[in-house]
């Protein structure tokens, strides 16, 4: 505003009408263009024949993607190695959340204020599906379940195979509703999935006998693994909260590396999608190994893949090849003797 | 670099927006987010940035963390009325400590600032520590939104006739009660913005004027977070009468700049982020950035490129 007492003689072509009249003509002439395109433009590229499904995190991708094959036109907003807590919409994403027919989404907050939308979505004509919406109470683990405010569900459900299961079981049910023509496909889909889901936790249960039961402790960057040490028998111990916006205090980190000295823990890891610095600064604090790195909030890409049961092969764009990385690196750092 | 910047699809970017009467009203609901966001904070904006206060918005928009925390805490749900509140109060109080750190003490006005959001801020994540691990509790989720969400956010009815979404009449209140303060008191916050001295011999209120802006600051910033997210504000509150200054040099024009500005803004910034693929607040600020460079090189108040033409000729 340095300007406000000079002036010149330039000001008079600028005054507020002219520049009013300037802007009009503007934008008429892009109207124009814009109209002019709209004549040679006659194939709609979003006009397909597929109803869309717009789905939010990897891992519901893996799940809605399994049951219902290639029915459907699917589009995952977040891509692998994406934060679900911090994850920002780009202007695609939000085109897709427009032209879809139905938003799965993961719910529990876990994709943050993208959650509360599409809650809000239903009201305003949009068929979304809360995935988690309709697990049993008793199932779920509630962070701060000893203080009075309980509201918060722990959202890293997926790593529970028995709550995956089910999730799975509400969306074919769902789906089942919203495209009956296709009703057995999806059943059989299920079948086959939870099949997966119960080999893995089998395979991956037998696994975990071969970790010394001392050494049964899962320390990581972020508190995501609560549900998988109750399905695998691990204590979890996180140095960031459930989402990973909290940030840790002095206290917890403290806190942490004494309990690393004192328990003798042969390693610790890092996640994919959270910043690994506070993890390695604490390992090499406590002069204990990274053990790897989990996949927890995210998957993986298509091109990393790992040996699970029966000698298979699992991409970590999958919900299985996921458990089978996170298994066999846990297991590989754990079982080692402690230094 | 081609994968940085994707080929500009002509039809996909500024056509298909508005193809269908679904897209026209998903988008159009976008774009007037935007066009109403920058105008408010752009009117609001003027007073501050002629008062020297240009960073009082981002010292505010930190300061009303503790009061989300204690309006959280106080009724233990995140409802918007008594975060709005707690918000808007813990803004003021902002301003009044600034105010008088300022005045009473030896401190000048840029020291005062500093030292009193960040104390604001640290107080507010302090609060939000100690409230324990509850999941999901910070600024980011409590109360900055994201302008693409607009569409999805809830509608309010009025009996049972559909209104609009909430987002947009919110800020389209506020935008109303900021043209029609500044509009009644046009004469009071211009003399009170550019002349001290003047204004307190002409008998005007000049605390009470202040404070009433900041007030009207901490509303806009409080109604423009929650629905459009943080960077944008702050822009918006600097970016629109900056760059009119370089055209005009009269307060109304100023003002009045805004209009078009605005429009620039959220329309160029919704056809970026449709063709880079990327956050639209985020290219709305690039396209004001992009409009305050013209304006610096090319205005005809004081526009770089415009002096050297001026004294070429004048030689």
Redesign the interface.
């Known amino acids: 505003?340095?300007?406000?007492?000079?002036?010149?003689k330039?000001?008079s072509?600028?005054?507020?009408i002219k520049?009013?009249l300037y802007?009009t003509v503007l934008?008429c002439l892009?109207v124009t263009?814009?109209c002019d395109?709209?004549a040679?433009?006659n194939q709609?590229?979003?006009d397909n024949e597929k109803s869309h499904i717009v789905v939010t995190t990897t891992h519901m991708r893996d799940l809605v993607e399994k049951i219902t094959g290639n029915r459907f036109r699917i589009t995952a907003l977040m891509g692998p190695g994406v934060d679900p807590?911090?994850y920002?919409?780009?202007?695609?994403?939000?085109?897709a959340?427009?032209k879809a027919d139905i938003v799965i989404f993961h719910g529990m907050?876990l994709e943050?204020?993208?959650t509360e939308?599409?809650a809000?979505?239903k009201?305003?004509g949009?068929l979304t599906f809360d995935a988690t919406a309709a697990l049993p109470n008793d199932q779920i683990i509630f962070?701060?379940e000893h203080?009075e405010?309980n509201k918060?569900?722990?959202?890293h459900v997926w790593f529970d195979p028995k709550i995956w299961s089910s999730v799975a079981k509400e969306f074919t049910q769902m789906i089942s509703h919203f495209d009956p023509a296709e009703k057995n496909l999806y059943a059989t889909n299920l079948q086959s999935f939870t099949d997966e889901i119960l080999l893995i936790e089998n395979w991956a249960l037998e696994q975990m006998d071969s970790i010394p039961k001392s050494q049964k402790k899962l320390i990581t960057s972020h508190d995501a693994f609560q549900y998988f040490g109750r399905a695998m028998g691990l204590e979890v111990v996180a140095l960031q909260?459930?989402?990973t916006?909290?940030?840790a205090?002095l206290g917890d980190r403290a806190n942490l590396v004494d309990l690393i000295k004192a328990q003798n823990i042969p390693a610790i890891f890092v996640e994919s999608s959270v910043n690994p610095d506070a993890i390695k600064e604490i390992a090499s604090e406590c002069k204990v190994t990274i053990g790897g790195e989990l996949f927890s909030d995210a998957l993986g890409s298509k091109e990393h893949s790992s040996v699970g049961p029966q000698g298979r092969i699992f991409p970590a764009n999958t919900w299985s090849g996921m458990m089978v990385h996170n298994i066999t690196t846990i297991v590989k750092a754990l079982s080692e003797n402690p230094k | 670099m081609n994968e940085f910047f994707p080929p500009l699809d002509?039809?996909?970017t500024?056509?298909?927006?508005?193809?269908t009467s679904?897209?026209f009203i998903?988008?159009a609901q976008?774009v007037t987010m935007g066009i109403m966001v920058s105008l408010s904070c752009g009117l609001i904006g003027s007073f501050i940035?002629?008062r020297k206060l240009a960073l009082m918005g981002d010292a505010i928009s930190h300061g009303i963390l503790p009061g989300l925390a204690i309006a959280f805490i106080a009724t233990?749900s995140k409802a918007l009325f008594p975060m709005f509140i707690g918000a808007c109060g813990a803004g003021l109080l902002c301003s009044f400590c600034i105010e008088w750190l300022a005045k009473k003490t030896p401190l000048k006005m840029d020291a005062a600032l500093g030292l009193t959001f960040t104390s604001f801020f640290a107080l507010g994540?302090l609060l939000i520590?100690q409230m324990?691990?509850?999941?999901?509790i910070?600024a980011?989720?409590l109360l900055?939104?994201?302008i693409?969400?607009t569409?999805?956010?809830?509608?309010i009815t009025w009996g049972s006739i559909e209104i609009g979404?909430r987002p947009l009449l919110s800020i389209g209140t506020v935008t109303i009660i900021i043209i029609s303060i500044i509009t009644i008191f046009y004469k009071q916050l211009l003399v009170t913005s550019?002349d001290q001295t003047l204004s307190v011999s002409l008998g005007l209120p000049v605390r009470t004027i202040h404070y009433g802006l900041m007030l009207l600051l901490a509303i806009t910033i409080v109604a423009s977070f929650e629905s459009v997210g943080v960077i944008l504000v702050i822009a918006m509150l600097i970016f629109p009468?900056?760059t009119a200054?370089?055209?005009?040099?009269r307060m109304?024009?100023i003002l009045?700049?805004s209009i078009?500005l605005s429009?620039?803004y959220s329309l160029g910034g919704?056809f970026l982020?449709?063709w880079?693929?990327?956050?639209?607040a985020a290219?709305m600020v690039v396209v004001a950035m992009l409009c305050f460079g013209i304006a610096w090189a090319f205005g005809?108040?004081?526009g770089v490129v415009?002096k050297l033409f001026?004294k070429r000729n004048q030689n």
């Open positions: 505003m340095h300007s406000i007492m000079s002036s010149n330039f000001s072509i600028f005054t507020p520049l009013f802007s934008a892009l263009i814009s395109q709209r040679t433009d709609d590229s979003f807590h911090i920002k919409p780009t202007s695609k994403d939000i085109l959340l427009s907050m943050g204020r993208l939308a599409l809000n979505g009201k305003r949009i962070p701060g203080t405010d918060h569900p722990d959202p909260g459930v989402s916006t909290t940030e205090g | 002509l039809v996909d500024f056509w298909m927006p508005w193809a679904k897209d998903w988008n976008i940035v002629a233990q994540v520590t324990g691990n509850h999941a999901h910070d980011e989720c900055y939104g994201e693409g969400f569409p999805l956010a809830e509608s979404s550019f009468s900056t200054s370089f055209f005009f040099t109304p024009a009045f700049c078009p429009i620039i919704f982020a449709r880079l693929d990327c956050s639209i290219s005809p108040e004081d415009t001026l």
